[in-house]
């Protein structure tokens, strides 16, 4: 019998309550911390609120981290003479394997065999560590490598969207290490990202201690018109809500719209909800939510719908209110990209061509990367499908892809495949060059190994400015591949039209791709799209694709692994070692202090810590290269040894640091030009202080707790900027690093040239003095726990000071 409290939850919550806070005043009332201030909501009251997750969801180059400093957790209270095994998750906990394989091999048949086999080569460390995770946490569950990327394994298999546990029943709430958490919002599944740190808190029984943010109601109308696509529709949603201004807020979705927008054209407008700087970008449970959960085999159907109707969580009539309000008109759509370095810059695709060069060849503009790529499109049956009648099309026309290109198709599920081979459309996608390259992140995440033959040499050699096409979701500078300038996120078809292109200088609506043939020609229409999914696509692919989904291959089977409930580190890993920051280190005085570096607007945690590949010549490369290691793979695969990772600190090749002239990791100190990483050394020995100064949203992007762990392990000690993302924000604060934001229009004048004194006020400001100008910054440590935090020296010295205390 499933235990339901309807009737708490109805005498508590408002009728105009939006849905979103409905899920966090039943988790509040469930978990006895419930606010009054979210009982009696209405719009632009705020206050503090505590919720806990239902579970935790990694990935490997953030779960590695993770897994790292919870075995160092383990390892400090044996040292305290306390029991291991305290240091446990106390909610469920999965971790998908899907960041670290690398389309190194492309365009031919044994693609993935080879990619895979490298993967292991490269990785098999830090898989036997993660098999020993999951022997030594109970909660903890990994889907092993080659399953597909963590949101559409989510978003297919693992979201409840309600949850079933001890005979109660209550909204599946996913905290995840990864920004693109929000994917299954899609689905109706309340979930956000967060940061690696304050995940280690929440799988150890931390509530999350949160502001009640606003709520942003988005009514969808209309429908998208012949010749636009979902992917269309994000790019153009993502460029309406982040001039709106979403930042911190939780958006919503209504509207007559929804009754025809299937959950997987949901989901690629909520994975994006990072890209528009919104926490959450929800859509409510209804008669397409229940449809998607009854074809992909899930269980408990009608429960979700009897819970839905009765917690006032389905898609009705009701007027609901909300802080903010603005509409998007689905037939105002039309084909787009974005880029060339912001998800947010949608070009009209009759406007791409503009100021590009119209030359074909390798030259200046021309495309040098198609990739289709990411669970943003990937998990969408229509827009995959397209791309494949596309490549058809083309195929039949005796069209090819330009030498220069290189090709990698690298699907989020193994669905994929089964319903391209089911439709006979796989021969034509590889004709084109676009083989199977491997189930996972790869070019969306910079995991896209290196170029055609000879192309990046031409490219260096030539100075040139070249593009990258992608079906992802983030196009940052430097983030996709390190020689190519310019990132372009396309609906697969459009990825597939300019690999046959070859440029960016065309204009696809008006010229003739080649031989005479346009773009109409090869489009297909939507009649076409929905004949092949309604006769290739089975509900029996997702069962048979996630049947073991926890059991993994030959080769994750047979890793070798080592159990026990504490880690034994090894003193000659170079991915592996134990933590450091694990110690109380109360803050202390900000006088005199420099600043490290001066950033601009919009600094993402890419340019904080990169993800691709490490530069033999850089500082984190030549340390690896004077221990005798050959293979330096990437920076997201080395995340588990901080003495690579602080070296990577601001290593971006694109980072423009305004203290200097030259483009990179590199800084000043008493003139000198010097790495990042050596100027922060210089200044630990003399015991100065050093602080970030930036402008505008500081920290946008990815969940990257790198971005805070790597500047306070150079010593940084508090940021100033003119504003924050809200996960890099609260990495800041989990790290002891403290967050100062000026007020509205100041800022601009602190140049960090000149020493700066930093003194912090009762009153929630601190008064920041530099260059005989006064500041006055708005000290965000926005919660009671969040100072707590600070005043411990970050998350993890407060929890294993609870743990010691038995308060946990």
């Given at each position: 019998m499933i235990a339901h409290d309807y009737q708490a939850l109805r005498r508590a919550a408002p009728d105009h309550l939006p849905r979103t806070l409905r899920i966090l005043l039943e988790n509040a009332l469930r978990r006895g911390t419930a606010s009054e201030v979210l009982a009696s909501w209405v719009p632009g009251v705020t206050g503090e609120i505590e919720v806990y997750p239902s579970r935790v969801f990694l990935h490997d180059t953030n779960g590695v981290p993770v897994l790292a400093d919870l075995a160092a957790m383990r390892d400090a209270m044996v040292e305290l003479g306390g029991d291991p095994a305290r240091v446990e998750p106390l909610v469920p906990a999965e971790l998908v394997v899907d960041h670290s394989v690398i389309a190194d091999v492309f365009g031919r048949a044994d693609a993935l065999e080879r990619n895979v086999e490298l993967e292991y080569r490269r990785n098999g460390e830090r898989y036997q560590f993660l098999r020993w995770g999951q022997e030594a946490f109970e909660r903890l569950k990994v889907v092993p490598p080659g399953a597909g990327i963590m949101h559409q394994v989510n978003l297919e298999k693992l979201a409840r969207v309600v949850e079933v546990r001890d005979g109660m029943a209550f909204p599946d709430f996913c905290l995840g290490t990864d920004s693109h958490t929000t994917m299954v919002n899609g689905l109706g599944v309340l979930g956000w990202g967060i940061g690696g740190i304050e995940a280690e808190a929440a799988l150890l029984g931390q509530s999350v201690s949160m502001m009640i943010p606003k709520v942003v109601g988005v009514r969808l109308v209309g429908a998208l018109p012949a010749g636009s696509t979902a992917t269309d529709l994000v790019l153009t949603i993502t460029e309406r809500l982040r001039a709106h201004g979403v930042v911190g807020k939780l958006v919503e979705f209504y509207g007559p719209a929804l009754d025809d927008l299937p959950v997987p054209d949901r989901a690629?407008?909520?994975?994006?909800?990072?890209?528009?700087?919104?926490?959450?970008?929800?859509?409510?449970?209804?008669?397409?939510?229940?449809?998607?959960?009854?074809?992909?085999?899930?269980?408990?159907?009608?429960?979700?719908?009897?819970?839905?109707?009765?917690?006032?969580?389905?898609?009705?009539?009701?007027?609901?209110?909300?802080?903010?309000e603005l509409t998007v008109d689905l037939g105002e759509v039309v084909a787009s990209i974005a880029g060339p370095n912001r998800p947010n810059q949608r070009i009209p695709l009759t406007e791409v061509a503009d100021g590009k060069s119209s030359a074909d060849g390798l030259g200046e503009d021309a495309v040098v990367i198609a990739a289709i790529t990411s669970c943003t499109n990937t998990s969408n049956p229509s827009v995959m499908v397209a791309a494949g009648l596309l490549a058809k099309k083309a195929v039949e026309l005796g069209l090819a892809t330009k030498p220069w290109v290189k090709t990698t198709l690298s699907p989020g599920s193994r669905v994929v495949m089964d319903y391209y081979a089911a439709a006979g459309l796989t021969p034509y996608l590889e004709k084109l060059g676009f083989h199977l390259a491997g189930f996972g992140c790869m070019t969306c995440i910079g995991a896209?190994?290196?170029?055609?033959?000879?192309?990046?040499?031409?490219?260096?050699?030539?100075?040139?400015?070249?593009?990258?096409?992608?079906?992802?979701?983030?196009?940052?500078?430097?983030?996709?591949?390190?020689?190519?300038?310019?990132?372009?996120?396309?609906?697969?078809?459009?990825?597939?039209?300019?690999?046959?292109?070859?440029?960016?200088?065309?204009?696809?609506?008006?010229?003739?791709?080649?031989?005479?043939?346009?773009?109409?020609?090869?489009?297909?229409?939507?009649?076409?799209?929905?004949?092949?999914?309604?006769?290739?696509?089975?509900?029996?692919?997702?069962?048979?694709?996630?049947?073991?989904?926890?059991?993994?291959?030959?080769?994750?089977?047979?890793?070798?692994?080592?159990?026990?409930?504490?880690?034994?580190?090894?003193?000659?890993?170079?991915?592996?070692?134990?933590?450091?920051?694990?110690?109380?280190?109360?803050?202390?005085?900000?006088?005199?202090?420099?600043?490290?570096?001066?950033?601009?607007?919009?600094?993402?945690?890419?340019?904080?810590?990169?993800?691709?590949?490490?530069?033999?010549?850089?500082?984190?490369?030549?340390y690896l290269r004077e221990l005798g290691v050959k293979e330096l793979n990437t920076y997201a695969s080395r995340r588990g040894n901080h003495l690579v990772m602080m070296r990577g600190a601001f290593a971006n090749l694109r980072l423009k640091n305004q203290l200097v002239d030259r483009e990179g990791g590199f800084t000043t100190k008493d003139g000198e030009l010097l790495p990042v990483y050596d100027a922060a050394a210089a200044y630990a020995a003399e015991a100065t202080p050093v602080v970030v100064v930036a402008g505008k949203d500081y920290g946008t992007g990815s969940s990257r707790d790198w971005a805070a762990k790597g500047p306070a392990l150079l010593g940084v000690r508090a940021v100033l900027a003119q504003s924050f993302e809200r996960i890099h924000r609260s990495n800041l604060v989990g790290m002891g690093i403290l967050p100062l934001e000026f007020l509205p229009g100041e800022g601009d004048d602190l140049t960090g040239e000149h020493p700066i004194d930093i003194t912090l006020g009762d009153d929630g400001f601190a008064t920041v003095e530099s260059g005989g100008r006064t500041y006055r910054l708005r000290i965000r440590l926005d919660t009671p726990r969040e100072s707590e935090y600070y005043q411990h020296g970050g998350v993890l010295p407060y929890v294993l000071q609870r743990l010691k205390a038995g308060e946990l």
């Open positions: 690629t407008i909520a994975n994006m909800s990072p890209e528009f700087g919104s926490t959450v970008a929800w859509f409510p449970i209804d008669e397409q939510t229940l449809d998607y959960l009854r074809f992909t085999g899930r269980e408990h159907v009608d429960l979700v719908e009897n819970y839905a109707k009765e917690q006032g969580l389905w898609h009705g009539t009701e007027e609901l209110w909300y802080d903010e896209s190994g290196g170029l055609a033959d000879g192309v990046a040499e031409e490219v260096r050699a030539k100075n040139l400015s070249v593009a990258a096409v992608l079906s992802g979701n983030r196009n940052f500078e430097s983030r996709i591949q390190p020689d190519v300038r310019q990132n372009y996120l396309a609906s697969p078809p459009l990825v597939v039209a300019y690999a046959l292109a070859g440029r960016l200088g065309i204009d696809l609506t008006t010229e003739p791709i080649a031989n005479g043939i346009y773009l109409r020609d090869l489009w297909p229409t939507r009649a076409e799209i929905d004949e092949v999914i309604q006769s290739a696509l089975e509900p029996e692919m997702f069962t048979a694709a996630y049947a073991d989904v926890f059991a993994g291959d030959a080769r994750w089977r047979s890793l070798e692994v080592v159990s026990g409930r504490t880690y034994a580190w090894q003193d000659d890993s170079t991915y592996l070692r134990r933590p450091p920051y694990l110690e109380v280190k109360a803050p202390t005085g900000l006088k005199n202090a420099r600043a490290l570096v001066r950033l601009g607007d919009s600094v993402t945690t890419d340019h904080l810590s990169p993800a691709g590949a490490i530069p033999p010549d850089s500082v984190a490369g030549r």
